[in-house]
């Protein structure tokens, strides 16, 4: 099953040294990240998630949309478990993937081979579960021998192959991502996207966040459009 709840979440962060800075540049941060305040230490703070609520049920695709600093990303991660609100409250069934960064956990100086298990283990995975997969995908990444050379002897192009198939191995009820995701090199595109649309496919939930309006509006069933940390739009698109 598939089903995330949340319910006046807030998110803020400490923004140190801004009395040293000029009103110009403070207003410019107000007007384009969250909402300026200050907390109870009387700090000066942004809210990224100003009392966000929101529910999702299983079907449903959501386009987050929303200016640079308008808090999709945060909220994304809040979903993801990387960011704890100060206030609110979230629920979420079944299993998740996170796609925010594909290559987090990655060791430049680890072996390819190595790479899949401490990217699958970011992931939640077991050891065990990895050993079952991982011939899989090395498999898809057509790295060759290279997959026992050390991260750092890839080009960026080969790095975010074994990246992309270590991500994308495992199906899951929920899928989060921050933009859609693309591989540059052009031979191996046609069958990463395959791969991609298959996942998405299968998940009973997905929230992307993304600048680009039409990606969204062909990919997802329901349009939540946030502003400095506050949803301000959140409409189902016709089918």
Sequence with gaps: MGYIRARDIVVQFVVYGLASRSLKKSLIRAATGGALARDAGDRVVVKALDRVSLE?????RIGLMGH???GKTTLLRVLAGAYEPIAGDFEIRGSVVSMLSVTLGMDPDATGLENIFLRGAVMGLSRKYIEQIVDEIAAFAELGDY???PLRTYSS???MRLAFATATAVSSDIILMDEWLSVGDADFSSKAQARLNQLVSNAKIVVLASH???LLTQNCTRIVRLDHGRIVEDRQLSP
Aim: hydrophobic letters at 30%.
């Design 56 to 60: 999702i049920r299983e079907g449903e």
């Design 147 to 149: 997959i026992y050379m």
């Design 68 to 70: 640079n600093g308008s």
């Design 157 to 159: 192009g080969m790095s």
């Design 212 to 214: 680009d309006a039409s």
